[in-house]
């Protein structure tokens, strides 16, 4: 994706004008190349800070929810039937962030790495308009756990996004029973 500098002035941590930014690509060495039809030359969004990313990602996208057709879909595998309650809220929360960064890769135009990576600029500084239950159920998230998701949901394993914690904490308790037996050894001084 290419922004030209009036579309970058502005953003945060760049230039006010659309001078001030041609003049920090001169001096940064960023490689421009001319936008069609215009005399207007255009960078690539990779080179601007990423709270300028974010801010120009986050403001073209809009509010996502999971998609009922993606939810019907998981509910629907074999290994669904095991998927309840928070579980079944974790995997939406991350089908729908998987949905997300997907519509800024088609949207802009890019690659899922780079649309990965702008999705988690937003994420991290707060700039995605997310659903609540979303936001409660995804605390943070990095271009590599997108990658994993991804990976989990087109192999058709999207039970694999399913996560209880409290179910796989359950039973590792360090509290003895009465049921177990204890062997206590008493020293004397002799």
């Known amino acids: 994706m ?19 930014v041609r003049l920090l690509a001169a001096r940064s060495g960023w490689a421009g190349q001319r936008r069609a039809g215009t005399k207007a030359t255009e960078y690539p969004i990779d ?12 403001s073209h996208i809009e509010a996502i929810d ?12 074999p290994d669904a039937v ?15 962030v998987i949905a997300l960064a997907d519509k800024i890769a088609r949207d802009a135009g ?9 999705l988690c600029d ?15 159920e995804i ?13 989990h949901a087109k192999a058709g394993q999207k039970s ?6 409290a179910a796989a904490r359950r039973g590792t308790g360090g509290v003895p029973s009465m049921n177990d037996s204890l062997e206590v050894e008493v020293l004397y001084p002799a």
């Open 2 to 20: 290419f922004l030209c500098a009036s579309e970058m002035a502005g953003l945060p941590e760049m230039p006010g004008t659309e001078r001030g």
């Open 47 to 58: 080179v601007m800070p990423p709270a300028a990313r974010a801010a120009y990602v986050g």
């Open 66 to 77: 999971i998609p009922t057709s993606v939810a019907r879909e998981a509910a629907s595998e």
């Open 82 to 96: 095991n998927v309840k309650g928070h579980a079944a809220t974790a995997r939406d929360a991350r089908l729908a």
């Open 110 to 118: 890019i690659g899922h790495k780079r649309a990965d990576q702008q």
């Open 122 to 136: 937003l994420y991290a500084t707060g700039q995605l308009e997310l659903a609540g239950w979303i936001s409660e």
């Open 139 to 151: 605390k943070s998230v990095t271009p590599r756990t997108l990658a994993r998701w991804r990976a």
């Open 160 to 165: 694999r996004l399913a996560v209880d914690r």
